[in-house]
């Protein structure tokens, strides 16, 4: 049951929300993009973009993202182990999005959405040609979440070690990669909001000493 109180709109998750559209993906955002690759045992390629993803540790980077369901993605790298990241930019975004499609195992979304498939340097998923920075990894863990009962939920959990980067050199400046310049794109929420991250938006804060 919802209610308001003190100003607030309260609500428990699994009554409802009391909202025409769970704000969820709207607080927890905007969002890095888990443009992902992969290939299967088979052989066959897949890329697509998943709205959970971030970094989880530094030394050594570890990337992750969930897939709410079973999905092409998460099969094929429990079955080969491999995947890459590629930097979903405001230049294609259109085509990022065009690789969400749901379409067969068997269709290669690079085909798909017009986008060209670089051959990895350590690992085997190809990685997206026009994206100006990729992590190559290798997968570190795979598992299904649970809620706070311990019931098995329907969204899988993939975490990878980032073993070899590409970025684009115009992006490093000083020696030090520069976000803005990339223009890389977020999530937000509702059903299809994304945001741009620009130089204008930035500002600095130096930790405490």
């Known amino acids: 049951m919802t209610a308001r109180n003190d100003g607030m709109h309260f609500y428990e998750p699994r009554l409802g ?5 769970d704000p969820f993906n709207s607080i927890v ?10 290939r299967g045992a088979n052989g ?19 990337v992750g993202f969930a897939s709410i369901g079973y999905k092409d993605t998460v099969r094929n790298i429990q079955q080969t182990r491999e995947f890459v990241w590629n930097l979903a930019t405001r230049p294609l975004a259109e085509r990022m999005n065009a690789s969400c499609a749901t379409v067969p195992p068997e269709v290669n ?14 690992v085997s998923p190809p990685r997206v ?14 598992f299904q979440l649970q809620s706070a009962d311990g019931s098995a939920i329907q969204t899988w959990m993939t975490l990878g070690e980032v073993v070899a980067v590409h970025i684009d050199r115009s ?4 020696g030090v990669y520069d976000t803005a310049a990339a223009r890389p794109i977020l999530r937000g929420g509702g059903p299809a909001d994304y945001f ?3 130089p204008e938006l930035r500002f600095r804060m130096r930790r405490p000493a």
């Not at 955002?29 to 992969?38: E, H, M, V």
């Not at 390629?45 to 570890?62: E, M, R």
């Not at 060209?116 to 340097?121: E, F, M, N, P």
């Open 17 to 21: 929300t009391g909202l025409p559209h």
């Open 29 to 38: 955002g905007p969002r890095p993009i888990g443009w992902i690759s992969s």
């Open 44 to 62: 066959g390629v897949n890329l697509a973009p998943y709205s959970f993803f971030n970094g989880f540790n530094y030394t050594p980077p570890i």
């Open 109 to 122: 979304e690079f085909e798909l959405a017009g986008l060209t498939q670089v051959a990895s340097r350590l």
């Open 129 to 142: 040609g026009e994206s100006p920075v990729a992590f190559e990894c290798r997968l570190t863990q795979s």
């Open 171 to 174: 992006l490093i400046k000083d």
């Open 196 to 198: 741009e991250i620009s």
